[in-house]
């Protein structure tokens, strides 16, 4: 370890946002789930959270990892449920406001939420997106205005895009500027990412 690579897992450390998320619904594809890993590394989300590809149609397991998460998955935890209703409800009462982009009679612009209130992006399947009750029990849907002919965007284009707006509504806010985690877990994971 050097004191420079050191130096860098201190500052990335103090950057990290463990009041910003998301919720992977059964994301199939392993670029997909690996893409969005490494944008949730870059925007600082300290722990994704993910419902396995399941229902009969694959294993039950997380997709794995490719070489599209340039190893975002060392840096970013991510965190199984068994499914999206009851992982949305867990959310919740831990303090996140769940934010599912679907399209529906209440949807909004992406850009129209609180960013810098603890927030879970709650993404969906390639193929058949955030079900109808995992969207009725977040706390808004929100929608990326498409003006194209095409109806949707990849999952992981979708998820940079919603969390870079993220990002700039929590830079504006100072959010970046001192670190959000706790003095022991900042002391704890600088030591876990040094010395695995
Ligand atoms: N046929 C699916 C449907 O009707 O929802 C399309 C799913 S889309 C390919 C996969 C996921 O990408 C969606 O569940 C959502 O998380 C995200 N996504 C794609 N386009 C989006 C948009 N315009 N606004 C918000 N999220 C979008």
């Given at each position: 370890?050097?004191?420079e690579?050191y130096a860098k897992?201190q500052?990335?450390l103090?950057l990290?946002q463990?009041?910003?998320t998301?919720?992977?619904?059964?994301?199939?594809?392993?670029?997909?789930?690996?893409?969005?890993?490494?944008?949730?590394?870059a925007?600082?989300?300290?722990?994704?959270?993910?419902?396995p590809?399941?229902?009969?149609?694959?294993s039950?397991h997380?997709?794995?990892?490719?070489?599209?998460?340039?190893?975002?998955?060392?840096?970013v935890n991510?965190?199984?449920h068994?499914?999206?209703?009851?992982?949305?409800r867990?959310?919740?009462?831990?303090?996140m406001?769940?934010l599912?982009?679907?399209l529906?009679?209440?949807?909004?612009?992406?850009r129209?939420?609180?960013?810098?209130?603890?927030?879970?992006?709650?993404?969906?399947?390639?193929?058949?997106?955030?079900s109808?009750?995992?969207?009725?029990?977040?706390?808004?849907?929100?929608?990326?205005?498409?003006?194209?002919?095409?109806q949707s965007l990849?999952?992981?284009?979708?998820?940079?895009?919603?969390?870079?707006?993220?990002q700039?509504?929590?830079?504006?806010?100072?959010?970046?500027?001192q670190?959000?985690l706790?003095?022991?877990?900042?002391?704890?994971?600088t030591?876990?990412?040094?010395?695995?």
């Open positions: 370890m050097t004191p690579r897992i500052r990335v103090a990290r463990p009041t910003l998301v919720l992977m619904d059964e994301v199939n594809k392993p670029h997909n789930f690996s893409a969005i890993l490494r944008t949730c590394d925007v600082g989300v300290l722990t994704a959270h993910a419902v590809p399941n229902n009969g149609r694959e039950g997380l997709p794995t990892f490719n070489a599209t998460s340039g190893s975002a998955e060392k840096w991510v965190q199984a068994p499914d999206a209703v009851s992982a949305v867990a959310l919740q009462a831990g303090g406001q769940v599912a982009t679907h529906s009679q209440r949807s909004v612009d992406y129209e939420p609180d960013y810098t209130r603890p927030t879970c992006l709650l993404l969906g399947a390639e193929k058949w997106g955030v109808d009750e995992a969207a009725d029990a977040a706390d808004a849907n929100i929608v990326i205005p498409m003006f194209g002919m095409v990849n999952v992981s284009v979708a998820a940079a895009t919603i969390l870079f707006e993220a700039r509504q929590r830079l504006a806010a100072g959010l970046y500027q670190p959000q706790a003095a022991a877990d900042l002391a704890r994971l030591f876990e990412w040094a010395y695995p």
